[in-house]
């Protein structure tokens, strides 16, 4: 039986809200909120979740950035407040590993997807996964990090020389709610390989911002 769980993106201003049950049937719905996003969120939460109960959910997952500071923020609190309270796990899962994980299902012939985001004009957010034929389990080959921008261009002919065709190089868009439900995916995958819950709690979640 599938474990039911909360997502939460808001790394762009955008809110995302997923929800997946112990059927594992999920579901989703975004909204562009932009400066009300911390005015309505709690609202569209309590709107969306039923006939989840609260109590009912096992885990939160949620976009942990990089992205906008003051919406990462409102995401990274809003989950680990709900954590604390209901004692439950939450994962705190890359933005630009949602977003490639998403495209891996789009384009499964990528086996090494990179991910890129703007920080400013000289540098970039930049990681590399790795994804298996069945696209159940990715590999984060090149943690999540910024770059000078000529050095993640190096990185990528190496790669794209490489990989050719199996490899895949994404640039995040502006909105990404789009990308919330991969945040259940992620989190569904490590929890049925066991992953260490101790270390995925309200303490440890920590935001990565831009």
């Known amino acids: 039986m599938m474990k039911q769980g909360l997502a939460l993106h808001t790394t762009s201003g955008e809110l995302g809200i997923a929800i997946i049950n112990n059927q594992g ?16 969120l709690q609202e569209k939460l309590r709107d969306f979740l039923p ?3 609260w109590q009912d959910l096992e885990f939160i997952a949620v976009a942990k950035g990089p992205g906008s500071f003051t919406s990462t923020r409102i995401g990274i609190v809003t989950a680990k407040t709900l954590a604390q309270q209901l004692n439950i796990p939450v994962f705190g899962i890359s933005t630009l ?3 490639a994980w998403y495209h891996s299902k ?9 991910v890129e985001m703007k920080a400013n004009s000289e540098e970039v957010f930049g990681a590399i996964y790795q994804f298996f ?3 159940t389990d990715l590999l984060n080959i090149i943690v999540d990090r910024v ?7 190096i990185i990528l002919k190496e790669y794209q020389d490489k ?7 994404i640039t995040t868009p502006d909105k990404l709610a789009f990308t919330t439900e991969s945040l259940l995916e992620i989190t569904s995958i490590k929890i ?7 270390i995925n709690n309200w303490q440890n979640l920590t935001p990565f911002y831009n």
Do not use: C, M, T
């Open 106 to 114: 789009q384009n499964l012939n990528s086996f090494f997807i990179a």
């Open 192 to 198: 049925n390989n066991n992953e260490d819950y101790s």
């Open 147 to 153: 770059f000078k921008v000529k050095e993640w261009e």
């Open 97 to 99: 590993e949602s977003l």
């Open 163 to 169: 990989y050719n065709d199996k490899f895949n190089h």
């Open 25 to 40: 049937l999920s579901r989703f719905q975004s909204w562009d909120l932009g400066r009300d996003l911390a005015n309505n």
């Open 133 to 135: 034929d069945k696209k």
């Open 51 to 53: 006939p989840i109960l």
